[in-house]
């Protein structure tokens, strides 16, 4: 990671921003200790029940599913918090629609005056767009296909369903995350 950034900052030394949308606790962790970065956080919030349903339609077990994705967010809620790290909660969803009231929030917080048609542009034009993540949905700089938002139906047993009524929904208020 750290290599990564010194040659960016090498052959971009005019570059603003440098975004990475790894999930990862440990990518958050390694970018905050790094000397000369001004960390800014925009902790990008999923619903809990479409985490669930996404990990079913793909085979997996939705209570799996609502585990990884509570865990996870509490787990960076605290991290941030413990750190004093400046940063900002954005409902996933709100986000690839193109919500005005959610471009303006990220805006505000970053300085800055990018909609989604100039997000999805500048990604497809980096050399330093690293992918990560579910290899059947991911992505790179030569096929970006911009920000996009598609329903994982929850379709749930009565145990599934249970958890999620007394435990995500509430999660899903709590972080912020657009119900269904």
């Known amino acids: 990671l750290k290599a990564i950034y010194e040659v960016a900052r090498r052959q971009y030394p005019d570059v603003r921003y440098v975004v990475d949308t790894s999930k990862s606790i440990s990518n958050l962790d390694a970018i905050a200790r790094m000397p000369?970065?001004?960390?800014s956080v925009i902790h990008l919030v999923r619903n809990g029940t479409s985490v669930a349903g996404s990990y079913k339609k793909r085979g997996g077990?939705?209570?799996y599913g609502m585990a990884t994705w509570s865990i996870g967010n509490l787990f960076i809620q605290l991290y941030i918090?413990?750190?004093?790290?400046?940063?900002?909660?954005?409902?996933y969803r709100s986000l690839?629609?193109?919500d005005p009231p959610t471009y303006r929030a990220i805006n505000e917080f970053l300085g800055t005056d990018l909609d989604v048609t100039q997000a999805a542009e500048r990604i497809s034009g980096t050399r330093f767009h690293i992918v990560s993540g579910n290899g059947k949905v991911r992505r790179s700089e030569w096929n970006f296909q911009g920000v996009r938002y598609s329903e994982s139906p929850f379709e749930a047993s009565s145990l599934e369903r249970w958890i999620a009524d007394a435990v995500?929904?509430?999660?899903?208020r709590r972080f912020g995350a657009t119900s269904r």
């Open 36 to 39: 000369g970065i001004e960390l």
């Open 61 to 63: 077990r939705a209570l």
């Open 81 to 91: 918090r413990r750190l004093k790290l400046r940063a900002i909660r954005v409902d």
């Open 96 to 98: 690839c629609v193109g």
């Open 168 to 172: 995500i929904e509430p999660l899903n």
